[in-house]
């Protein structure tokens, strides 16, 4: 994990905003928080504790790293990863993947079985 993503990753523990280079953390109330890079929306956590990923039409390595650096920290054992120009989110070794789609909502909680929703 980057010293950036680290940050990140400490400022929500620690329920702080913080702009850093492209990457901004804010914090929208009663738990609620939102993680912008380069000013869009990539991860956002509402009140109830339901989180959702988007790459706004970014599929980038960056966006890939931070969203990943999220993961680790606040759910454990899921990632993103790419497969022949397709982005896919994936809980530890397990065989089951989803494709990753705009909104895609994951669990806060360290599970083996995803519970894959969209705010669409």
Request: hydrophobic share 30%; aromatic share 12%.
């Amino acid at each position: 994990m980057r010293v950036l993503e680290a940050n990140i990753c400490k400022a929500i523990d620690q329920g702080r905003n913080l702009k850093s280079s492209n990457t901004e953390v804010y914090h929208t109330g009663n738990g609620g928080f939102v993680v912008k890079l380069y000013g869009h929306t990539i991860w956002q956590t509402d009140e109830q504790g339901k989180s959702y990923m988007f790459a706004c039409g970014w599929e980038t390595n960056t966006t890939k790293s931070r969203l990943n650096a999220l993961l680790e920290h606040l759910i454990g054992n899921t990632y993103v990863y790419q497969e022949r120009h397709t982005w896919y989110v994936k809980v530890g070794r397990s065989l089951h993947k989803e494709p990753f789609y705009e909104g895609i909502e994951l669990p806060l909680i360290n599970t083996s079985r995803p519970i894959f929703n969209s705010i669409r």
